[in-house]
């Protein structure tokens, strides 16, 4: 048996070559000491077309200030997910992602390690999705207006969130820029369509865009479209300004667009003119921007993420979503709304939840917010065998954490009849309370009450 130490640099080389990414290796001299299969694949070339050779003579069109490589080993200092375009020898355009970093022996400089993710790919799907939007547009932008959802179907029964929802039908008429804030589950983008779905551009596009995880310039080239010749292949294609032209455009998340293109966003905005990637011509368009972030505006502003002017530009009209643990008497509420959309979907026939299962969804944080609660839901009421959910149908993770939170509630620790009674009474009147909009007539007909018991055990809770 050959020891594994005495295969080191066998092993590190069979180790390279299976990992399903680009890896480049120089020496000082900028000349190319490893380069695995799937480099090759990205860069059109073959492994022996590069493997000792200078970088310049396998991509003629790289130079000292254009290599990420030849900058590294420059400043010593790493670049993280920085896009690059080049020509390989063959004369075809490369597009990659790469991440950078310097390799240091016993302090000392020794070369460079390249790991680049091929998104030519992803450019050519994002692309032809602009066109499927661009035939589906011919004549006719309603079929752009994807909105499934009016500010009705944010279920609530919070007094802030009832006057965030009443404000938000208010502003919708308005033109204006917006800026919403939420934890990722809130609702954002239900939000961001009910407002659409309020304003005079209802009948315009709706068209989403997600700004994380996508390089610069192919988000650059959906936002703002391409002109023809502006590289290689490039032809003349609308962004997605232009598609939603007398409509909405929603940019969620987005603190995590590039600060270079923040920087022409804040034009857009300014002055309603957008121009295409590699043109000189500006092109006048009428879009609402509605921009959402799931980081508070001030930490993204103290992190640089988000330019200060964009922030102020889009700070016209500001809504921020409450997190579901802020909204407490949603719980059941929303609870028992998806028991009933579920109930319908699956064909069951389940009336509720036992009560300690209530007392812990009311006491768990739920820090994926609505979404989480949902999903949690439609996951219990498949397994569910009764007609109510028990803490046996939760999932795993929450199941784990119910012994835990039944604690802190005080759940079991005492039998007393009276205290439980009590506090069971306590409940209904809140929920009877908030059902009829703290209206104390409505709400002892609710609870089969004389509006006089409702009063006198109200000011005894009080005491």
């Known amino acids: 048996m050959v020891h594994f130490t005495t295969l080191t640099e066998e092993v590190l080389t069979a180790i390279l070559k ?15 000491i490893f380069y695995n299969e799937v480099a090759a694949r990205h860069d059109g070339m073959n492994v022996k077309e590069v493997l000792g050779k200078h970088l310049f003579a396998s991509f003629p069109s790289l130079t000292e200030e254009s290599s990420t490589l030849l900058q590294v080993m420059k400043t010593g200092k790493p670049i993280y997910h920085q896009t690059q ?37 992803m450019k050519l799907l994002a692309e032809r999705l602009l066109d499927l939007q661009k035939f589906q547009n ?25 006057r965030l929802k009443n404000e938000a039908k208010k502003l919708a008429k308005y033109d204006a820029s917006i800026l919403v804030y939420g934890e990722s589950g809130t609702g954002k983008e239900l939000f961001v369509q009910g407002i659409h779905h309020e304003s005079n551009r209802a009948n315009g596009p709706f068209i989403t865009q997600n700004c994380a995880a996508i390089p610069e310039t192919l988000l650059e080239s959906i936002l703002f479209g391409t002109s023809k010749g502006s590289y290689t292949g490039a032809v003349e294609r609308k962004g997605l300004f232009e598609l939603a032209d007398e409509g909405t455009l929603f940019l969620d998340e987005l603190h995590t667009m590039p600060i270079v293109l923040q920087a022409k966003l804040l034009r857009v905005l300014e002055d309603g003119m957008v121009r295409r990637v590699g043109s000189s011509e500006n092109i006048s368009v009428n879009v609402r921007v509605i921009a959402a972030m799931n980081v508070h505006p001030m930490e993204a502003l103290r992190d640089n993420k988000l ?19 802020e909204r407490k008497d949603d719980i059941l509420y929303l609870t028992n709304y998806f028991i009933r959309i579920f109930n319908h979907k699956l064909h069951k026939d389940i009336s509720g939840m036992e009560k300690n299962l209530e007392i812990f969804f009311i006491e768990y944080h739920w820090p994926g917010n609505v979404r989480e609660l949902k999903h949690t839901i439609e996951y219990m009421m498949n397994i569910c065998e009764t007609t109510l959910l028990k803490e046996e149908d939760l999932p795993i993770m929450l199941k784990q954490l ?13 039998l007393s009849l009276r205290g439980n009674v009590e506090e069971f009474e306590n409940q209904l009147i809140h929920e009877a309370l908030l059902k009829a909009s703290g209206n104390i007539n409505k709400a002892a007909k609710l609870l089969e009450i004389p509006r006089q018991t409702l009063q006198y055990k109200l000011k005894k809770s009080r005491k």
């Open 18 to 32: 299976s990992i399903d990414e680009g890896i480049h290796v120089v020496n000082t001299n900028g000349e190319t």
């Open 85 to 121: 375009e080049y020509v390989n020898l063959h004369g075809t355009r490369i597009d990659t992602i790469n991440t950078t970093l310097p390799l240091i022996l016993e302090g000392e400089m020794v070369g460079a390690v390249e790991i680049a993710k091929d998104y030519s790919r």
């Open 138 to 162: 011919k004549g006719n932008k309603k079929i752009l207006n994807n909105v499934r959802y009016t500010l009705n179907d944010l279920m609530t029964l919070h007094p802030e969130f009832i």
């Open 307 to 325: 330019r200060s002017d964009l922030f102020y530009r889009l700070n016209v009209f500001t809504f921020s979503l409450l997190p579901l643990r």
């Open 402 to 414: 119910t012994p835990q939170l039944t604690k802190e509630a005080g759940i079991h620790k005492t």
